[in-house]
């Protein structure tokens, strides 16, 4: 199973990820602001991310971490 990390601080909610998870399983973090007045995105269900990958290759921030 893959570890997803998302770093909220530094997450500017631009929504990439969320268009190229093939499994949809990333959303807006709702009711979450972060230091930087955006709303972070946040994972719905870790269980069936395959570790693709392509949340964190499409992060202009690089906020996302996938661990094997």
Excluded: F, Y
Excluded at 31 to 42: A, E, L, Q, S, T
């Amino acid at each position: 199973m893959a570890k997803i990390t998302i770093n909220t601080e530094i997450c500017k909610g631009c929504a990439l990820c969320i268009g190229v998870c093939p499994k949809k399983i990333i959303e807006p973090a709702s009711g979450m602001i972060n230091k930087k007045g955006h709303n972070p995105v946040r994972v719905t269900d870790e269980a069936q991310c395959t570790a693709c990958s392509q949340c964190a290759l499409m992060c202009p921030d690089c906020a996302i971490k996938i661990e094997k």
